[in-house]
């Protein structure tokens, strides 16, 4: 325990035998392994620590933006939406959904962009395709 520390505490009182002293919480000190003192050592100073150099880069022949479509039906027709949506709960699956609706899982899926369905998470809005 630190001298200074057990003063602070006790309102720096002159410390005699009977005196009853508070006791300062355990300090915790984190050090750091070697690993990280010798990196923190190699960086430059902390002026220029996360700054970027700003090098010309010839972007002439870098490719251009391309617009992707949302994917269409395995017959070439998009599935439509009904107007109803579905906020999926607890223990629902696309199965579940797909038969409360009587509409295929596959048409479920696809107007709502799921292609894997265990990835469907409670609170999802889901679009009902039509029937």
Do not use: C, W
């Amino acid at each position: 325990m630190d001298e200074a520390d057990l003063r602070q505490v006790n309102n720096n009182v002159d410390i005699g035998p009977g005196l009853i002293l508070k006791i300062p919480p355990k300090r915790i000190v984190a050090e750091e392994p070697p690993e990280v003192v010798a990196i923190r050592q190699q960086t430059q100073s902390d002026r220029d620590r996360g700054l970027v150099e700003a090098v010309p880069v010839d972007v002439s022949n870098a490719p251009r933006a391309q617009m992707v479509r949302p994917a269409v039906s395995h017959h070439g027709a998009s599935v439509a939406a009904s107007g109803k949506s579905y906020v999926v709960r607890p223990g629902d699956s696309i199965f579940r959904i797909a038969s409360q609706y009587k509409v295929s899982q596959q048409s479920l899926m696809r107007v709502n962009g799921i292609s894997d369905p265990r990835k469907m998470r409670v609170g999802m809005k889901l679009t009902i395709p039509q029937q």
